[in-house]
């Protein structure tokens, strides 16, 4: 049974630049939330997709964008990368958006992304 | 805006030691959750706690939520090795309805 996902594993983009991570969730979910967790932070929450849709956003800027793929797979889009935004990239997937603040997160091991 | 915090921030124990962890939320939570992150790993769900005053046992760890479902807390009895970590506790935010994580508590066990 595989569990979450995510691609690539470490990534290094310069200011500016666009990036696209990629995350397949745990066999049998059909939610995906991302998080940005910094170094020495707890995870922040960037956004929920749920039935290919945005269904919950954090205080992130729009230059943080999301997909949600009919398989439930998902992107995370970032644009105009600034060095503020190296950190480390979760994907989390669980079951049933509805009560998504009831259930327990699934974490892949993330993409570390590093912005010079 | 809501807040989770937990102190403290880092601790260091001898093996065979406890060890306590505490959260406390600005706001009253429906439910809180527990995570455990590895060094160099990702969160892994240890436990959900609904109701209050709910008292829940994992082998050497004991989680509790506060009669007013604004606290919570973890305890390790007799830590060991391999519990060294940073432990986090999350709860659900507002109107958003998203997850909310403290700053977490990073666990080194010394042998």
């Known amino acids: 049974d595989a569990g979450v996902t995510q691609s690539p594993t470490h990534l290094i983009k310069t200011r500016g630049q666009q990036v696209t991570l990629r995350c397949s969730p745990k066999?049998?979910?059909?939610?995906v939330s991302w998080y940005q967790q910094a170094l020495g932070q707890g995870p922040q929450f960037i956004f929920q997709?749920?039935?290919?849709?945005?269904?919950q956003r954090g205080n992130f800027p729009d230059r943080f964008s999301g997909h949600q793929f009919p398989n439930y797979s998902s992107e995370l889009n970032v644009n105009a990368l600034l060095l503020g935004d190296s950190a480390l990239y979760l994907c989390?997937?669980?079951?049933?958006?509805?009560?998504?603040?009831?259930?327990?997160?699934?974490f892949g091991d993330g993409t570390r992304l590093s912005i010079l | 805006g809501q807040q989770v915090m937990q102190i403290p921030q880092y601790q260091h124990v001898q093996e065979g030691e406890d060890f306590t962890t505490y959260c406390n939320s600005s706001?009253?939570?429906?439910?809180i959750q527990w995570y455990k992150q590895r060094p160099g790993g990702h969160p892994v769900f240890l436990i959900q706690?609904?109701?209050?005053?709910e008292v829940k046992k994992q082998k050497r760890l004991t989680f509790q939520f506060g009669e007013a479902k604004k606290n919570s807390s973890l305890h390790i009895t007799a830590t060991q090795t391999t519990d060294v970590g940073t432990y986090f506790c999350?709860?659900?935010?507002?109107?958003?309805?998203?997850?909310?994580f403290g700053k977490g508590t990073k666990l080194s066990v010394k042998p």
């Open positions: 989390a997937s669980s079951l049933g958006a509805g009560v998504f603040s009831n259930q327990p997160q699934h």
């Open positions: 706690l609904v109701k209050s005053g």
């Open positions: 997709y749920y039935e290919e849709e945005e269904r």
């Open positions: 066999s049998g979910h059909d939610t």
């Open positions: 999350a709860g659900p935010g507002g109107s958003q309805g998203n997850l909310i």
């Open positions: 706001t009253t939570l429906s439910n």
